[in-house]
């Protein structure tokens, strides 16, 4: 009796599942892949710029200069995407000590988020990007910057850079070019996307620069499951030039240097705070700021900055449950640099430097 009531389940599973198997052939056959009925189209533009860091010339810079009209076409949710990438993968541990930083060229503030940008080095997944919510009835215009430098050059063949940037939007009404495609895929464009280099802005080289560091860690528990590291930074007047942004740069890169915890949910989270606001990454994602939005033109200044250790992700993410005894720490290091890019020697790159206010 069993064995013949197995049969019969087995007899109605095959069934069903030729069922299905008929059902699937006949949408197939009724909606090849390339006659889908069509969304509404993506279309853009993209922009990309090679080059290669080397122990004359450790630090590159290329700017993209953004418009949005929407006057031109009827276009919804434009984006722009801005990476710079090297040739090894993401978390190669062979990947060249690195910093980068994408910001605008007007407020040298980050974006999306304008207090700071993740993944800040040649880690495989550098990238940021931002919505132009605001352009979808007016034209818009910017221009970004994005910053690439070799930290330890040697000699050899060097440190291979992509700059890319892709801006997109999605059409409002008319035919989908992607209806009856023929070919290869199309790659429409359309006249209020633009994407350009400002050559304004390029350079290869070694700019004068400045540099200060220190490091720290911490410890967090879920009974103290926050620590703040307070910091200033001292910059005279000799250093602050009458511009505050770009061919003049004033940033700050913080790593982590050594994570530990004792379990996954437990991973600490760390917190840059600057002139900008605060940017947070999981422990081990480098951090960029812009420190000289803190200052007054052609006068000294004391930034202050806080570097914390934290349990708690961002809003986007689950909140882990902790175990009582959970526990995790972490290494890092702030490196605060001023640069000019304008080919003018300051009268002075001395007198820079950190303090530690919370010891």
């Known amino acids: 009796m069993w064995k013949r009531a197995r049969r019969a389940v087995v007899l109605v599973a095959c069934l069903g599942l030729i069922g299905y198997v008929a059902i699937a052939a006949i ?3 009724t909606f090849p892949p390339e006659r889908f009925p069509p969304g509404p189209p993506q279309m853009g533009t993209r922009w990309d710029a090679d080059t290669t860091l080397t122990k004359a010339a450790p630090i590159a810079v290329r700017a993209v200069r953004v418009v949005v009209d929407p006057t031109k076409d009827r276009i919804t949710a434009p984006k722009l995407d801005l990476v710079v990438r090297g040739a090894t993968g993401p978390d190669d541990p062979r990947a060249p000590a690195s910093w980068l930083s994408i910001f605008d060229a007007t407020t040298s503030s980050s974006t999306p988020n ?16 931002r919505t132009f919510d605001d352009c ?20 050899g063949p060097g440190v291979a850079v992509r700059f890319s940037s892709s801006l997109s939007a999605t059409v409002i009404g008319g035919d989908s070019p992607w209806t009856e495609p ?29 540099t200060v560091e220190t490091s720290g860690s911490f410890r967090i528990t879920p009974a103290a499951a926050r620590v703040d590291q307070h910091l200033v930074l001292h910059v005279p007047a000799g250093l602050v030039d009458s511009r505050l942004h770009y061919p003049v740069l ?30 947070r990454a999981l422990a081990g994602i480098a951090l960029d700021i812009d420190w000289l939005a803190g200052c007054e033109p052609a006068a000294p200044c004391d930034v202050p900055i806080t570097v914390s250790g934290v349990f708690a992700p961002p809003p986007s993410y689950p909140v882990p449950t902790l175990a009582p005894d959970a526990w995790a720490e972490a290494d890092w290091t702030l490196t605060a640099a001023l640069e000019r890019f304008d080919g003018e020697a300051p009268r002075s790159l001395d007198g820079m430097w950190l303090e530690r206010v919370d010891r």
């Open 27 to 29: 949408s197939i056959a």
């Open 114 to 129: 304008p207090a700071g940008t993740g993944h800040a080095t040649l880690d495989g997944w550098t990238g940021s990007g």
């Open 136 to 155: 979808e009835t007016t034209r818009c215009a910017a221009t970004y910057v994005l910053v690439a430098r070799w930290l330890a050059p040697v000699d």
């Open 182 to 210: 023929s070919g290869p895929t199309p790659t429409p464009r359309l006249e209020g996307l633009a994407l350009e280099e400002d050559l304004a802005f390029r350079f290869d080289g070694a700019p004068a620069r400045r």
């Open 250 to 279: 004033g940033r700050a890169l913080l790593t982590v240097d050594r994570a530990e915890s004792s379990a996954r949910p437990a991973a600490p989270w760390v917190e840059i705070t600057g002139p900008h606001g605060t940017a």
